[in-house]
């Protein structure tokens, strides 16, 4: 069956920092491959998505991520971050022509001073 | 642009009761989702509508009933809600043929005492 997961459930980054977040994929056939952000008491937005292609791509904020087929991978990648990337950022599949997307559990990032 | 609206916001219930979240879009998009987010276990798909007076049950639809009475709004009731059950509830729609790329709302926010 398709799954994601996302081993960290929690990251504590400084500001300014690099920031690697996590998500194995488990799918058979192409998968196409999404980050999503949750900021405070808001709904999902999109940050970027990966469509068989170019394995790196870039999204919004300075993200960007990067898929290898070999680890069955997907992880989100910041080289400097802002206080205002405190959120929940969740790794999703959904195969092609897919009706719903399957969804990590989510990974909390905290930015300290 | 456009935005999905939930209401209520937050929904206080008793054990047993039947509650009804409502959701709005104005994106003008075809399919639409209700999804349950619990802390540390994502977001798990309930119904799923790709048009209108369609429904389609995800992973999670027991215990749910959905209705799509328009293109705009798609409904779900909670049947019979569980005692201490804390959770919030997204919706979100895509247009036809890019089913991938989701818009959220903000959530419902559902206590049952």
């Known amino acids: 069956a398709q799954s994601v997961t996302q081993p960290d459930a929690r990251v504590t980054v400084s500001e300014g920092a690099s920031l690697q977040l996590r998500c194995k994929y488990s799918?058979?056939?192409?998968?196409?491959l999404f980050w999503y952000v949750q900021y405070p008491r808001q709904g999902l937005q999109l940050l970027l998505k990966?469509?068989?292609?170019?394995?790196v791509v870039q999204g919004v904020n300075g993200f960007e991520a990067e898929f290898s087929k070999s680890n069955s991978s997907f992880h989100l990648r910041k080289a400097s971050v802002h206080w205002s990337d405190w959120a929940v950022y969740f790794c999703a599949v959904s195969m092609e022509g897919g009706r719903a997307l399957i969804f990590g559990t989510g990974t909390t990032v905290s930015v300290s001073p | 642009g456009g935005i999905i609206t939930q209401t209520p916001k937050f929904l206080i219930g008793q054990e047993g009761q039947k509650l009804t979240l409502k959701c709005q879009q104005n994106f003008n998009h075809d399919t639409m989702y209700w999804y349950r987010q619990d802390s540390g276990k994502g977001l798990r798909l309930i119904y799923y509508s790709i048009t209108e007076n369609d429904l389609q049950k995800g992973d999670l639809s027991e215990g749910y009933d959905a209705s799509r009475e328009k293109k705009s709004s798609f409904s779900l009731t909670v049947t019979s809600a569980q005692k201490n059950e804390m959770a919030v509830f997204l919706c979100?729609?895509?247009?036809?043929?890019?089913?991938?790329?989701?818009?959220f709302g903000p959530g419902t926010r559902l206590l049952v005492l």
């Open positions: 799918y058979f056939g192409t998968p196409y």
């Open positions: 990966y469509y068989p292609g170019d394995p």
């Open positions: 979100a729609s895509s247009p036809l043929g890019n089913q991938d790329t989701q818009y």
